[in-house]
């Protein structure tokens, strides 16, 4: 190479000029996206935590509900999002390693595993509007309780777990339908070259905005899907 | 370009380039702060609106002026505008924008155009807030009590929520971008206890903003799809847990107190030692209890609920904890004053609101401990007595800091001085016109007068008038800086780099300064505070 | 973030790993272990959590010790909003 690698960077057109080197505005850039996932962590939070209460007073109630979500369609899922976290790492190597139409493969193949969990998770909401789960004035929940079926299945408390459900997966998918545009973008920049072993960081960061999504649903899939469901 | 003699027609970021979009599309966060001090004043004056509609209301037993519907509405708005359009902007977005890349002695923020973005979301909020309150107003009280707030208000509940929904975005990327600078932009030499005060209180105050605000966030959009979709998580008819609203409330709502505080009290640790001619005393104290305010401030939020039906050892937890997060504030009163003991001690107008500040938070504050002891808390709460309470700190507090702040540092952001005799002037008057308001205020919560009410028993009548008349004079004390700032920009006398002789990078620049801040990119060898070798200054100081 | 590249190998290892405990964490819900369902979901959750948060995401091979604070005060402040919340709820009815 003509240039030295310090001389790189000074040149390096992504060096926003208020920043010294490549390896500050790096350094700035990735505390950034960290912080802002720790603000994440505690939105998502605060409906962990109504989930939390709700769950301690109304056990029977969210048993019967989770008993009725397709725990098939919650492991796929959840076995999708792993898929893409997987994806995701292997574009960023990629891109380290300057290899660009790798990146721009996995960056696609993010991309329908993405599309991939919004349209099982559309599925599976489909089912609950046709079974009337979905609260409101159509709410009305004819499951039982797993451990006691005899017992008096309470409309408003199965409502309110269904609320949370709706909530917390809603959240989810809201996060996860930003993260395939995101990630669009990205794939589109990708194939255009702007992602070398000298400067990856979008790519980087919007990884960890994607993994983050994947670990709210590691917890969501057994909080909302596995309450008592042994036979 | 520049000539060697100091004149106004340097260049420096306000010439440097003209026109509104040069404003509205700058990512200079000396511009960016300009931006915000405009359209907080503005916000503060429709707050201040309401409060006058209050204080009119209240000069009669009888509620005559308004109906108690529209009463509602008042201190609802009131509340909602002067806490997330007013005071938690304030000085960070304002003071901290302009100031943080200057104290240690960076080129800008972090991100620039997330700093643009923030303000951009302030004025969407702002203008969705001014429709709500243009269309029919809330309410609610600026607490959107559930189930009041979900099922019951017919007022304007979900764009209300919305409104402070997005306002907290633009809370979260000030704080997120403060962070960053503060951790990875320090010019060489700024070690973290070369840094100024000021800095270490914004650090806290973004801390609490990045926990915090996400909270309320993720709480206001329950409140809405409640609302919109009658789902019952905070309705008692539907199985749910009002309190829960409460809580998730006010684990934002507390510590978004210590948000409006810790700037203020950064700028009085800046200014009492400036004007004592001493260093701080006690530095790592002082840092270290701003960070110790912020984790604390997170571990009391109940204190606010103890008659609202959280069990009795909640009650007793949160009452301890409460008297705990005193304890580093107290520890920076001591610190200035034991900072101005054998000072060399000059009245100026920023001085003047230190002392105030000073003052009328110890007030306020120790009045929050009277409302942490679960025994008086159950005869004063929601009383006059805890709205006495929160605007000694609030108003004596924050806004006086605020004020401080905004006259010590007007020279480096105008280039020009303001006249200093009717700063005194504007600053006694506002300080006798606050206790004329609020003072009354304890005692008549003390008495019993209920807050929120519109109407209250004639033995009351008294202390509201006083009352009123105190917020007339107060108002006189807001309006004079704002006229005379306005004024020092064409007619003021022109600053020079450091008119207090105060220690600071931002005060080595030129007043204003250029739009990159240095000439050079300063290297640091001294420790913050250093006044034993900084001259005191001889020109353009006092008179005006 | 760190220049430290991790081999395709590990992230295959964790992957994985992940598919493997989220299998385990839907069998296991099959048997009934009384309240410890609730726990070994949440222990196998917070297990692949780690593993993402510390490989995919580079948190073990980062040079900066910052990125661990935020994840830990993150963290913290999440379990003192759940766990103060609780000192109310769960006596409540004491």
Wanted: glycine share 8%.
């Amino acid at each position: 190479m003509a240039d030295s690698p310090i001389a790189m960077e000074h040149h390096n057109p992504a060096l926003k000029h208020h920043f010294a080197d490549m390896e500050q505005q790096r350094e700035a850039s990735s505390l950034g996206m960290w912080l802002f996932l720790a603000t994440e962590i505690m939105f998502f939070g605060g409906m962990f935590c109504a989930y939390l209460i709700y769950r301690l007073w109304y056990f029977p109630e969210f048993a019967a509900g989770s008993n009725s979500l397709d725990i098939t369609l919650g492991a796929v899922n959840t076995a999708v999002l792993i898929c893409s976290s997987l994806t995701v790492v292997m574009a960023v190597r990629s891109a380290q390693l300057g290899k660009r139409q790798q990146q721009v493969i996995y960056l696609a193949l993010t991309l329908v595993l993405g599309l991939a969990f919004l349209g099982i998770k559309a599925v599976e909401w489909t089912s609950k509007f046709e079974e009337h789960h979905i609260p409101g004035p159509t709410f009305n929940f004819q499951g039982s309780i797993p451990s006691h079926p005899d017992q008096p299945v309470d409309q408003r408390h199965a409502q309110i777990f269904f609320s949370l459900y709706f909530a917390m997966t809603g959240m989810h998918a809201l996060h996860m339908i930003i993260g395939v545009g995101i990630f669009s973008y990205l794939l589109y920049h990708a194939w255009k070259g702007a992602y070398t072993p000298e400067y990856y960081t979008p790519l980087e960061n919007s990884g960890l905005y994607w993994h983050f999504v994947d670990i709210v649903w590691i917890y969501l899939f057994p909080l909302l899907y596995l309450i008592d469901r042994k036979k | 370009m520049a000539t060697a003699a100091i004149t106004a027609e340097r260049e420096n970021y306000l010439n440097q380039e003209y026109g509104i979009k040069s404003w509205l599309l700058t990512v200079d966060h000396k511009r960016i702060a300009l931006l915000y001090l405009l359209s907080i004043t503005f916000f503060f004056f429709i707050g201040g609106f309401f409060a006058l509609l209050i204080r009119l209301e209240l000069l009669t037993p009888a509620g005559d002026l308004v109906q108690a519907d529209t009463y509602n509405k008042l201190f609802s708005m009131h509340g909602q505008v002067m806490v997330f359009f007013f005071l938690i902007p304030s000085i960070p977005a304002v003071l901290g924008n302009f100031l943080v890349p200057l104290m240690i002695g960076a080129k800008d923020l972090a991100f620039p155009r997330i700093n643009l973005l923030s303000w951009y979301l302030y004025i969407i909020a702002g203008l969705l807030m001014l429709h709500c309150m243009l269309t029919g107003g809330v309410d609610t009280g600026w607490t959107f009590y559930t189930p009041f707030s979900t099922a019951f208000s017919n007022t304007k509940v979900v764009e209300a929520g919305l409104a402070i929904f997005i306002s907290g975005f633009s809370s979260i990327l000030t704080g997120l971008n403060f962070v960053v600078t503060i951790h990875r932009m320090r010019a060489p030499g700024m070690t973290w206890d070369r840094l100024p005060l000021f800095i270490w209180a914004h650090y806290a105050t973004s801390i609490i903003q990045l926990l915090g605000t996400p909270v309320i966030a993720v709480t206001l959009v329950l409140v809405v799809l409640e609302r919109a979709l009658h789902l019952g998580i905070f309705d008692p008819t539907r199985g749910g847990d009002p309190l829960l609203f409460q809580h998730l409330f006010w684990f934002y709502s507390h510590p978004a107190v210590y948000i409006m505080i810790l700037p203020s009290m950064g700028v009085v640790t800046e200014i009492i030692p400036c004007f004592s001619r001493k260093r701080i005393f006690g530095y790592k104290f002082v840092a270290l209890s701003s960070i110790s305010i912020a984790v604390f401030g997170f571990l009391v939020w109940a204190h606010h609920m103890f008659v609202a039906g959280i069990s009795l050892y909640a009650a007793l937890v949160f009452s301890a904890l409460s008297y705990l997060v005193a304890v580093p504030s107290a520890i920076k009163v001591f610190n200035w004053t034991a900072t101005m003991y054998k000072g060399s001690i000059t009245f100026s107008t920023p001085m003047l609101y230190a002392f105030g500040f000073v003052g009328l938070f110890t007030m306020g504050g120790l009045t929050g401990l009277f409302l942490a002891a679960l025994g008086i808390d159950v005869h004063v709460t929601d009383t006059y007595f805890v709205v006495a309470h929160f605007h000694y700190i609030m108003v004596g507090g924050a806004l006086m800091g605020y004020l401080g702040g905004m006259h010590f540092w007007w020279p480096k952001i105008s280039g020009r001085m303001y006249p200093e005799p009717l700063g005194r002037l504007a600053a006694l008057i506002v300080f006798l016109g606050f206790n004329l308001t609020f003072f009354p205020q304890f005692i008549l919560g003390y008495l019993g007068m209920p807050r929120r009410y519109w109407q209250y028993p004639p033995e009351f009548q008294v202390l509201n008038v006083l009352s009123t008349a105190g917020a007339t004079v107060l108002a006189v004390g807001y309006l004079l800086p704002m006229v005379y700032f306005l004024w020092s920009m064409r007619y003021g006398k022109v600053a020079p780099d450091n008119p207090w002789g105060a220690s600071g990078l931002e005060w080595t620049t030129t007043s204003p300064p250029p739009t990159f801040n240095f000439a050079q990119p300063p290297v640091v060898t001294w420790e913050a505070y250093d006044y034993e070798h900084i001259p005191a200054p001889q020109e353009a100081r006092s008179g005006g | 973030m760190s220049e430290h590249t991790v081999s395709a190998k590990t992230n295959i290892a964790v992957w994985v790993t992940l598919l493997v405990l989220t299998g385990v964490t839907a069998g296991v819900a099959f048997i009934d272990l009384g309240p410890f369902n609730t726990v070994v979901a949440l222990v196998i959750a917070t297990f692949k959590a780690l593993l993402v948060v510390l490989i995919f995401m580079h948190v073990k091979y980062t040079s900066e010790k910052l990125v661990k604070v935020v994840v830990v005060s993150a963290i913290f402040f999440l379990l003192l909003l759940l766990g103060l919340s609780l000192a109310d709820y769960s006596t409540r009815l004491l």
